[in-house]
């Protein structure tokens, strides 16, 4: 599933390519075909994300909410293509100017709402780390206040939004947490440490279009960053995420795994060890 700093360069790109713009929007595939024809010819004020929502605002107060779910895709070409570009698979809904096409296939949403819709979804999201205005704090009431563990609390979009199960298990990893932990046991420092690490590391996954979380890798692309340089990155490399079995590159001990609200949690045995 795409995490929250994939959305956030998907808003930035479909913002650059179509803000200001009036895009013919149709529906290639049919099951959006009402709502395409609400929206098309519309100007598009912005497309923004939160999370893993992503919002584009039209004039006349009307908005389309998309969310990729597990399987979706939003692709924005860079430039070449047109209107008539040759419709591939199953695409939902298509925004086209002459100089642009973007193509989205296999959302889990994609509806035409009221500013008063896409606030009530805003309202039911936690703090994004990616945005600036964001308060940490609200995170912190609802984990402080919970019986839940703090591996499940941070795939909660209600305690916090945008990030997904690599940044869950990497953060766990990078801050010796055990994902067992309780939500009211986890100490405010802690919370403090995790939060200003993910405001750290998920700008570089925009930045790259990669999750970067290995330390060495992390000082590498922000002195990269640093020298106005785009970043080159091998595979992507993770501490804990994928590799059960392997021994911990801190401590050694082994690296587990386990399901935790529907998705395969990993950890280290040793330094994550429960206190
Ligand atoms: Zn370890």
Redesign the pocket.
């Known amino acids: 599933m795409p995490e929250g700093h994939t959305l956030y360069a998907l808003a930035r790109d479909l913002h650059a390519a179509f803000a200001g713009t009036a895009p013919l929007v149709t529906s290639p595939q049919g099951r959006f075909t009402d709502g395409a024809a609400l929206v098309s010819g519309r100007r598009l004020l912005g497309v923004t994300s939160r999370g893993k929502h992503l919002f584009l605002e039209f004039e006349g107060d009307t908005w389309v909410h998309v969310h990729l779910g597990l399987i979706g895709t939003f692709t924005v070409d860079h430039g070449g293509w047109t209107a008539e570009a040759p419709v591939v698979g199953q695409v939902r809904m298509r925004l086209a100017t002459d100089q642009h096409v973007a193509d989205l296939r296999g959302p889990t949403v994609c509806a035409v709402v009221t500013a008063e819709e896409v606030a009530a979804v805003l309202a039911r999201l936690g703090p994004d780390p990616l945005r600036a205005d964001s308060d940490p704090d609200v995170a912190w009431r609802r984990i402080t206040r919970s019986n839940r563990s703090i591996a499940e609390l941070l795939m909660d979009q209600s305690v916090l939004a945008g990030v997904g199960n690599v940044y869950r298990c990497e953060v766990l990893f990078r801050h010796r947490l055990s994902p067992a932990t309780e939500g009211r046991r986890v100490r405010p420092t802690s919370w403090g440490l995790v939060w200003d690490d993910l405001v750290r590391l998920l700008p570089l996954g925009v930045a790259t279009g990669r999750i970067v979380t290995v330390e060495e890798q992390v000082l590498e692309v922000e002195a990269a960053l640093g020298r106005g340089e785009v970043p080159r990155l091998e595979e992507r490399t993770s501490a804990v995420y994928k590799r059960d079995g392997q021994p911990?590159?801190?401590?050694?001990?082994r690296i587990r795994t386990r399901l935790v609200a529907g998705r395969n949690l990993f950890w280290?045995?040793?330094?994550?060890r429960r206190r």
């Open positions: 911990c590159p801190r401590c050694g001990a280290c045995g040793g330094c994550q």
